[in-house]
């Protein structure tokens, strides 16, 4: 892959910050390369709580500002990926002795869509006991005075890191996943390019760049260490959010509910994919970000924390389904608690042409990515030969739809419904599997649907309860960039997050799939499997504290 030509920019990290980097400097015309140790979106970005969101709860901070930013790039998201990023209900329940009262909660939704300029999917709208209590049955109604609902966003965090990468290569971008960074070279003081080595086959090769961006979030600090970056301070605060899964007939819900624990930390049980999430916590980490989990006391704070808003449910830790742990790559603060660290982000740019990005938030990606690679652009124009600006172009990622809304008619959820009766109707497949893969695909799920077509098998359920079918997997490694049997059943089908078994009954036959279209050896599947259930077995590990 060496080039004459060097890259303008090697990101680092497969994360929503550097795919959304990859993308705004493709579309700008800048020739661009990332690279990660893993798959897209293996880190943080595919363990969130899966929200994009104004982050109401900062208002009580006065971040304005970051409040502001947020919902101005909900109102982007929805506009250009309406498939992956659509309006979700949430319920703030009041309590008698709450900090916060009805009437103060009220006065900040008003501030909260004053600034979305009222453009949220729905206005705030304010509920007495009475009224509050029959909103969401499941909901204790001891002490309850009031609740408010408003409207957020839900999303598949790891989609949208997919097919932000998929657009970054349909621009011209060079996208390798498994491609780990073991050096950054430099000449006469300044970047010049970086060594990689295959991850698979520990191949090293060298490729020139003008200037390089980590984008590693929870992973910086120890990039740090292991390449040297230019910079000598510790950039990060890292907190871990733990997240647990229940089977929807635990909670039924049909909104997203506002929880406080015990120590005034805030969570939510949020309705996803067909599951009830309760997540999540906020607490210090130390130690390495690739051995991050959940643990016994992690898993027993929500369920808490759950039962003290549902008391029916009657949450216990041997009910869980699956769990996922992710690192916040906080900017360093190390006086304020860890649910009080700020989501602001910062850049560094170094003397030699290195630029790092700290912090931020899963909502705000497009906006950091844009504002990183501007920093690159200004970097190069000062301080590299023969780099010539004149000819880029404005990247438009403000107006230009992710791939699967790419041609959709209307760019919102009545656009993708639209869509949904479109497959039924043009190839013969059921409704529920239509509505499926519009929702998760987009305009892509047409090939999935002539696919169906033409096999009707692959219309067959993996879940008898849930609404994938065979038909991803074979898509998951021809389009979406898969490489493995975690890549497939992590996040291109979530089975490890939200099956019962956590994916363990169906992995032997993705393997065998996989292997046929990846040309794996017998020694290579088995690996492939082993190492999938390694990753089960480690979302399991608070079971045998």
Not at 63 to 91: C, D, K
Request: hydrophobic share 40%.
């Amino acid at each position: 892959m060496t080039s004459e030509k060097p890259y303008d920019i090697v990101i680092l990290g497969g994360g929503i910050n550097g795919a959304g980097m990859a993308r705004d400097a493709a579309l700008r015309g800048l020739k661009v390369a990332l690279f990660d140790k893993g798959d897209l979106a293996c880190g943080t970005s595919s363990k969130s709580s899966k929200l994009i969101h104004g982050g109401l709860r900062y208002l009580e901070h006065g971040e304005l500002g970051l409040v502001f930013e947020s919902v101005s790039e909900r109102a982007v998201q929805r506009r250009v990926a309406p498939h992956l990023v659509r309006p979700l209900p949430f319920l703030v329940p009041v309590f008698k002795d709450a900090k916060t009262g009805l009437e103060i909660l009220n006065v900040g939704l008003w501030i909260y869509d004053t600034l979305a300029l009222f453009r949220s999917p729905k206005l705030h709208r304010t509920f007495r006991r009475g009224k509050a209590a029959d909103l969401e049955p499941a909901l204790t109604k001891e002490g309850l005075t009031g609740a408010v609902e408003y409207y957020d966003c839900v999303t598949d965090d790891a989609r949208l890191v997919l097919e932000n990468a998929i657009d970054a290569a349909a621009a011209g971008a060079d996208v390798h996943t498994y491609t780990k960074v073991v050096e950054i070279q430099r000449s006469g003081g300044q970047v010049s390019g970086v060594r990689v080595q295959d991850v698979f086959t520990g191949e090293h090769r060298t490729v020139p760049a003008r200037s390089v961006i980590v984008a590693a979030g929870a992973w910086t600090d120890e990039v740090q260490e292991r390449i040297d970056l230019g910079f000598r301070k510790k950039l990060l605060r890292r907190t871990k959010g733990v997240h647990i899964v229940f089977p929807k007939e635990k909670l039924p819900l049909r909104r997203a509910i506002t929880l406080i624990g015990t120590d005034g930390r805030v969570m939510f049980a949020i309705p996803w994919k067909d599951r009830t999430v309760i997540g999540t916590t906020d607490t210090d980490f130390e130690g390495s970000a690739d051995d991050c989990h959940a643990d016994a006391a992690d898993v027993q704070y929500l369920c808490d924390g759950g039962n003290r808003y549902f008391p029916a449910a009657d949450f216990k830790p041997e009910q869980v389904i699956a769990t996922w742990s992710g690192l916040r790559p906080l900017v360093a603060d190390e006086h304020a608690k860890a649910s009080n660290v700020s989501r602001e982000h910062e850049i560094y740019v170094h003397d030699d042409g290195v630029i790092i990005i700290a912090g931020g938030k899963l909502t705000t990606y497009r906006r950091m990515a844009k504002e990183c690679v501007r920093k690159a652009i200004k970097w190069m124009s000062k301080c590299s030969p023969g780099f010539d600006k004149s000819a880029l172009r404005k990247p438009r990622t403000k107006e230009r739809p992710l791939p699967g809304a790419a041609g959709l008619a209307r760019k919102s959820m009545t656009g993708v419904r639209e869509l949904a009766h479109e497959l039924t109707d043009t190839y013969g497949i059921s409704k529920e599997t239509a509505n499926h893969i519009a929702v998760v695909y987009g305009m892509r799920a047409k090939k999935l649907a002539r696919a169906i077509q033409q096999r009707p098998e692959l219309g067959d359920r993996m879940q008898d309860d849930l609404e994938y079918v065979w038909a991803e997997v074979d898509f998951a490694i021809q389009d979406d960039l898969a490489r493995t049997v975690g890549d497939i059943l992590e996040r291109r089908i979530p089975l490890a997050l939200v099956g019962l078994d956590q994916g363990l009954d169906v992995a032997a036959r993705v393997a065998d799939r996989a292997g046929e279209l990846l040309q794996w050896s017998d020694d290579q599947k088995a690996s492939q499997l082993a190492a999938y259930r390694q990753t089960v077995a480690n979302s399991r590990r608070f079971r045998t504290a």
